[in-house]
């Protein structure tokens, strides 16, 4: 099992431009998340869902979106990148008690 | 709303015992659970508590009081890889089912 993968593992945008953080997971797991981290600082949940066709805000969710079209992937989208958005993001799949991480994407918008 | 709070760094010495603390406050209350990172790395799950009590699982442990919105995770035995942030989260069943991380604490281990 591979887990949870996200891709790219790095990415450098400018200011305006939109792009799409890939996650998917082969746990079955209902449950996923995606979550930013800033330097020195706790994860911040964005946005989540808990099964395919349902998703939610979460605490930061501004300048984002998600879709879940299948119980395999939850795909992270910027629509016009800030650089207020520069940080790691990580996604996330969880069973009742657990999540499991992803490697996390490196964004920096210029 | 959610929130979350511990201590920013706890610094120890190696083979000595460390207790990491978490207030918490919530609407809806699920679970409370630990998690290790180690910098530039993902974080990683340590252990769950639903219930009022201790959880052991090896060297780590983790208290809950669900009436005193509190909880804590000891290190014992601590290693210099225990070195890392550690991060307490609420899972949240209020306006839906979420994990709201804290701020996390940063473990220093001195030999």
């Given amino acids: 099992n591979a887990g949870v993968t996200q891709t790219p593992k790095f990415q450098v945008l400018k200011t305006g431009q939109s792009m799409t953080l890939q996650c998917a997971q082969d746990m079955n797991h209902e ?14 949940l964005i946005h989540y869902s808990v099964g395919a066709g ?13 879709s879940r079209s299948t119980t395999e992937d939850f795909p992270l989208r910027l629509l016009s990148a800030a650089p207020s958005q520069t940080s ?5 799949s969880s069973t009742r008690d657990e ?12 | 709303g959610q929130s979350l709070e511990q201590p920013s760094e706890v610094t120890a010495v190696e083979g000595a015992i460390v207790q990491i603390n978490c207030t918490y406050q919530t609407s809806g209350f699920y679970g409370l659970s630990w998690y290790q990172q180690h910098d530039g790395g993902a974080p990683t799950f ?6 009022d009590g201790l959880e052991e699982t090896g060297r780590f442990s983790s208290f809950l009081s669900r009436s005193d919105s509190y909880g804590y995770l000891l290190l014992q035995e601590l290693q ?6 550690y991060f307490c989260a609420v899972r949240d069943h209020s306006g839906g089912f979420k994990t709201i991380f804290g701020a996390g604490t ?3 281990v001195k030999a």
């Fill in chain 1, 31 to 44: 449950y996923m998340s995606w979550y930013r981290q800033d330097p020195g600082m706790g994860l911040r």
């Fill in chain 1, 54 to 66: 349902i998703t939610d805000q979460g605490e930061v969710p501004n300048g984002y979106n998600v």
């Fill in chain 1, 88 to 92: 790691v993001y990580f996604c996330a």
């Fill in chain 1, 99 to 110: 999540q499991f991480f992803g490697p996390g994407t490196r964004l920096t918008v210029l």
């Fill in chain 2, 46 to 51: 340590l252990s769950y508590n639903a219930l």
């Fill in chain 2, 80 to 85: 210099m890889k225990d070195s890392a942030s």
């Fill in chain 2, 106 to 108: 940063r473990l220093f």
